[in-house]
């Protein structure tokens, strides 16, 4: 995995300002199960969320990192946040009984927009399985979880975490994107020194 942190860009000191934010909430992060092996994992992490936010305006960006430094300065921790609102998909009782009472109210509005950018999101995704199912299948699964957190419940437990004005930017940004799943592929499998998401296709086909 190369060049962590990105430096290139415009944007990139404010991606790598949400990073640092994000990171360290992440690690602060408390699990029922105890402390993950991916919260010592920085370069995955880097890798990951780079990806996700170079797909976006730099507006967007900033408005985000605003959420960050926000909570921050209320002592609000919105990776962990994040986490919580996931459980009411994953482990509704314990999030019934544990969470609800403490997590931010979600507005009508905040709703419909994570409504629109998620269906937005999963056709993307279900365009990129469609095109390359290999890279797909190494993921997370799109909307039935099983054992594992989907892709649509991620999503919405991120973005419940989101600014008003955030989610409205993004909405903007996927819906002026084109395949705004595809453009945050393309920069990830950069990461792991591939040139194209077809040469990285065709390297996990073969590792099967």
């Not at 994992?41 to 797909?55: G, I, K």
């Not at 985000?64 to 962990?80: E, F, M, P, S, V």
């Not at 314990?94 to 931010?104: G, R, T």
Request: glycine letters at 6%; aromatic letters at 12%; one cysteine or more.
């Amino acid at each position: 995995m190369t060049n962590i942190p990105r430096t290139g860009s415009i944007k990139d000191p404010v991606i790598n300002d949400i990073i640092k934010y994000e990171w360290d909430m992440f690690r602060e992060t408390e699990n029922i199960g105890g402390r993950a092996s991916c919260q010592d994992q920085y370069d995955t992490f880097y890798a990951n969320r780079y990806s996700q936010h170079n797909a976006l305006e730099l507006d967007t960006l900033e408005s985000y990192r605003k959420d960050l430094a926000d909570a921050k300065a209320i002592g609000r921790n919105l990776i962990t946040e994040k986490y919580a609102f996931m459980m009411e998909f994953t482990d509704p009782a314990y999030y019934k009984q544990n969470l609800e009472a403490h997590m931010p109210a979600l507005s009508d509005e905040k709703a419909s927009l994570i409504a629109q950018i998620v269906s937005r999101q999963i056709l993307g995704y279900r365009e990129y399985a469609a095109k390359y199912p290999y890279m797909a299948g190494a993921g997370r699964p799109i909307e039935e979880g099983g054992l594992d957190t989907s892709i649509k419940q991620y999503s919405v437990g991120e973005y419940k975490t989101y600014s008003d004005n955030t989610l409205r930017l993004l909405l903007r940004d996927v819906e002026n994107s084109g395949n705004f799943v595809l453009n945050i592929q393309n920069t990830l499998i950069s990461f792991y020194g591939y040139d194209s998401l077809e040469a990285a296709e065709e390297s996990q086909k073969r590792r099967g």
